[in-house]
């Protein structure tokens, strides 16, 4: 089963990690200023591609910017493309005037 793992970093990107039987299977890397949750990077392993990881990693980052009153930059191709598509389930979260 997979398990998502936040790594948070000290003066460079953190990132949410994923973990499976085979290890370390995908990340999203990220970084906080202020009340702002900037994610640059999505990646899932090829062999893991179309399993849901990417949304686990997804669901986890959403879940730690609600519990933490922070606001989301998507500025990761993936994350910002489900922002779009699903606009009312992230339009509590999503710093539109800061991702232009």
């Known amino acids: 089963m ?13 990132s949410f990690d994923l973990y499976d039987e085979d290890g ?3 990340e999203m890397v990220f970084d906080i200023q ?6 640059y990077h999505t ?11 990417a949304k686990l990693l997804l669901d986890a980052m959403v879940g730690y910017v609600r519990k933490n009153n922070l606001k989301v930059i ?4 993936y994350v910002h493309l489900q922002f779009k598509r699903h606009e009312e389930l992230y339009q509590d979260i999503w710093n539109k005037v800061k991702e232009e």
């Open 43 to 53: 990646e899932v392993s090829p062999k893991k591609e179309g399993m849901g990881y």
């Open 2 to 14: 997979a398990e998502v793992k936040i790594n948070i970093q000290e003066n460079e990107p953190s």
């Open 74 to 77: 998507p500025l990761c191709p």
């Open 34 to 39: 202020g009340k702002d949750l900037t994610v």
């Open 24 to 26: 370390k299977v995908g």
